[in-house]
């Protein structure tokens, strides 16, 4: 793929663009052989490329991506982050950003922080996973674990959950939370946020329960609190005192160096209460060379669905 190949196919993507968070260009997944390192997104009235290693071709890049952004009037800012910095400080390259920006998803909506000092507060990538919390929330006590800002909280509630409890260490992203809620009318005197490590916290999670759908959505590495090498296996092991006679858990892992094999496994030997359904397809606009190195959301059921 060339330079011209790249401003053509983000072009292409662009054409039928609408309010909603989309995912103009896809590197991550290997998929087009260069610009590995390379994601483009429209994000409400922001053009979002993030550069997650350093590249000769860098400043061409970011030259081909002013000339995309001055071709049309869709958005007003366009911001490149450096993710291969420490710190992956952000740039506003053209424009002004607006005083509050948006994911919109599905007729819901998230905050986004581009001023954050890595992640914008939202996985676009998690799109279908969200969709099927909230498509199986209804009436349900839900357990949002390494909940961020809690997107999938918002879809479980809007879907029609009893009640949600979001456990994420870092406050700030827990309130973040709690705002996303109120701006999608929700009420969140249905919600509980804890701002706890969630592997030493087992006590306080387990006495909201039982719950009839888990949400285990970790990163692949957190210095110092969160390895899915090691600790993944933790939480499966915690499950069956978890769950409710009847319960499914949404188990996710965007490692590349870890397949669904990995996930199965950890159920089959630590929790063989619970029996795989299915995978979730992932989408189309975050193409993978590789199936298993891109996100896995994988189902499994206790009991009767």
Avoid at 37 to 46: G, I, M, P, Q
Avoid at 82 to 91: F, M, T
Avoid at 198 to 215: F, N, Q, V
Wanted: with cysteine; glycine share 6%.
């Amino acid at each position: 793929m060339t330079l011209e190949d790249l401003h053509q196919l983000l072009i292409t993507n662009a054409k039928n663009k609408t309010e909603e968070y989309t995912r103009l260009f896809h590197g991550r997944g290997h998929y087009y052989g260069d610009y590995k390192f390379l994601t483009v997104d429209s994000a409400d009235k922001v053009l979002y490329a993030a550069f997650f290693a350093p590249d000769d071709e860098e400043r061409a890049i970011v030259s081909m991506l002013q000339d995309f952004y001055g071709t049309d009037k869709k958005w007003q800012a366009m911001v490149i982050q450096r993710r291969y910095l420490k710190g992956a400080p952000s740039e506003v390259v053209a424009g002004e950003l607006p005083e509050e920006t948006f994911a919109f998803e599905n007729g819901l909506k998230y905050r986004l922080n581009f001023h954050s000092n890595q992640n914008i507060g939202f996985f676009p990538d998690m799109k279908v996973g969200r969709a099927f919390v909230r498509d199986n929330a209804e009436g349900k006590n839900v357990l949002n674990l390494f909940s961020y800002t809690c997107p999938f909280s918002v879809a479980a509630m809007a879907g029609g959950a009893r009640a949600v409890v979001n456990v994420d260490m870092a406050k700030g992203a827990l309130a973040t939370g709690r705002d996303n809620h109120r701006y999608n009318g929700l009420d969140i005197r249905g919600c509980r946020f804890m701002p706890y490590n969630i592997l030493k916290s087992w006590s306080r999670i387990r006495k909201a329960g039982p719950y009839d759908l888990i949400i285990i959505d970790p990163p692949s590495f957190q210095k110092g609190s969160f390895a899915a090498t090691s600790d993944y296996v933790k939480i499966i092991r915690r499950l069956n005192e978890l769950a409710a006679e009847n319960c499914t858990v949404l188990s996710a892992l965007n490692a590349p160096e870890l397949d669904t094999a990995f996930i199965k496994d950890l159920f089959r030997e630590n929790a063989p209460e619970f029996t795989f359904v299915e995978r979730l397809e992932n989408m189309e606009s975050f193409p993978s060379s590789d199936d298993e190195r891109s996100l896995k959301n994988l189902i499994f059921q206790k009991g009767k669905a």
